[in-house]
Each structure stands twice: as structure tokens, then as C-alpha cells.
T-cell receptor, first 111, second 116 residues
Framework: SQELEQSPQSLIVQEGKNLTINCTSSKTLYGLYWYKQKYGEGLIFLMMLQKGGEEKSHEKITAKLDEKKQQSSLHITASQPSHAGIYLCGADKGSWGKLQFGAGTQVVVTP | DVKVTQSSRYLVKRTGEKVFLECVQDMDHENMFWYRQDPGLGLRLIYFSYDVKMKEKGDIPEGYSVSREKKERFSLILESASTNQTSMYLC???????????????FGQGTRLTVV
């Protein structure tokens, strides 16, 4: 089965600094999804990437999918307290849209 | 506004009880999912349904069953609750896709189940 590995597991960043989260797959990704979760709540969709080399941005968050479609990164510029939470990458396993997720990256933003 | 609604935010049940977790979506999505989330393990797929009455086992189906009698409703059943099923349960739905159709999953708020 396709495994998704996220790194780092957690990170602490000072407000105003940049951060990057990585998501690596053992197999080619057909669709890669990024979600954010606040503690104890459901997941909020951020972005979806499908094509090799694709890059999308929304406000201060940018996500990229590499050419081989096996690795994605999520980059946050000038982090704010509102960026704190758990970030998860999910991948379409290619079977009727079945989604598998990585273990998540916990982001803490300090003043 | 898109909505996936889970019947309870918090539940406390006793070991051996039969537990029903209900999920309803109002987006006419074909796909529905049940995940459980545990610290350090991320989201693990329990069951997946791609149509009414159709289901597929996920990565950890043992001790669970599901029911999808109507398109909008997907139920997760714990046949005999055990303490190791204490967890956060998340329901999601998505479109199967097609030309111009977005396929991202939409999630409910989660049900935190404690089995004592």
C-alpha cells in the first residue's frame, strides 16, 4: 500500500518566520491534498495538486508537487498565530477516490 | 455551504456496548469515509463507501462495520466497544470526480469517543 511520510513531526516557529513541511510517497501520487486541523476539530481543505511540477498558492501558503509526483512540500511565509495547527497531506490511492493520510505535522507559532 | 455533520461531538460508552456513529452529508457526494485519529498515528481509514450499499475495508476495519442505506448517510458501528477503540472518529465525503469536478474530501467536526 502507498505510505505517506510527513516531516517534521512537529515544529516550533517564531511569528514572522517561514516554515516548510514535506510529504513523501513511496509511489506516484495521483492526487495530493493538503489539509489543516485545529486541535479537536475536523480537517479544513487547503489545496490539491495533481500535475508534476504543479505549484499553488493561497494567501501565505504555497504547495508544490515535484516532477516525479512523489514528494510535495507546503511552505508558509511570515507565519502568524493563525497558522498554528496540524497539517496533514493526503493522497488519492487511485481506487474510487480513496484517501490515505500522513501522520501530520504539528505547527506551533510563538510570539 | 458544504456540510458534513456527525451526530455527536463527544460520547462515552461502556465496554461491550454496541455503538453507532452517524454521519450525514448534504453535497450529494458518492464517496464517504470513516477515519480514526490517534496521536502519532495520523488518520487511519476504517471503511470507505463509494455508493449506496457499497463499501470497502480500509486499513483497520477489525471491530467495526458500516452501513450506507441512503446516499447522504454513512454509519459506523462498533459491534462490541472496547477500550482500544477510544479515539477521535472523523467522517468525510467527496465527489468521485469527473470533468471539472473537484474531488477534495470534506470533513465533519469529529466525534471523540471514550470507552470505559
Amino acid at each position: 500500500s502507498q505510505e505517506l511520510e510527513q516531516s517534521p513531526q512537529s515544529l516550533i516557529v517564531q511569528e514572522g518566520k517561514n516554515l516548510t513541511i514535506n510529504c513523501t510517497s513511496s509511489k506516484t501520487l495521483y492526487g495530493l491534498y493538503w489539509y489543516k486541523q485545529k486541535y479537536g476539530e475536523g480537517l479544513i481543505f487547503l489545496m490539491m495538486l495533481q500535475k508534476g511540477g504543479e505549484e499553488k498558492s493561497h494567501e501565505k501558503i504555497t504547495a508544490k508537487l515535484d516532477e516525479k509526483k512523489q514528494q510535495s512540500s507546503l511552505h508558509i511565509t511570515a507565519s502568524q498565530p493563525s497558522h498554528a495547527g496540524i497539517y496533514l497531506c493526503g493522497a488519492d490511492k487511485g481506487s474510487w477516490g480513496k484517501l490515505q493520510f500522513g501522520a501530520g505535522t504539528q505547527v506551533v507559532v510563538t510570539p | 455551504d458544504v456540510k458534513v455533520t456527525q451526530s455527536s461531538r463527544y460520547l462515552v460508552k461502556r465496554t461491550g456496548e454496541k455503538v453507532f456513529l452517524e454521519c450525514v452529508q448534504d453535497m450529494d457526494h458518492e464517496n464517504m469515509f470513516w477515519y480514526r485519529q490517534d496521536p502519532g498515528l495520523g488518520l487511519r481509514l476504517i471503511y470507505f463507501s463509494y455508493d449506496v450499499k457499497m463499501k470497502e475495508k480500509g486499513d483497520i476495519p477489525e471491530g467495526y462495520s458500516v452501513s450506507r442505506e441512503k446516499k447522504e448517510r454513512f454509519s459506523l458501528i462498533l459491534e462490541s466497544a472496547s477500550t482500544n477503540q477510544t479515539s477521535m472518529y472523523l467522517c468525510a465525503s467527496s465527489s468521485r470526480g469527473g470533468r471539472g469536478v473537484d474531488t477534495e474530501a470534506f470533513f465533519g467536526q469529529g466525534t471523540r469517543l471514550t470507552v470505559v
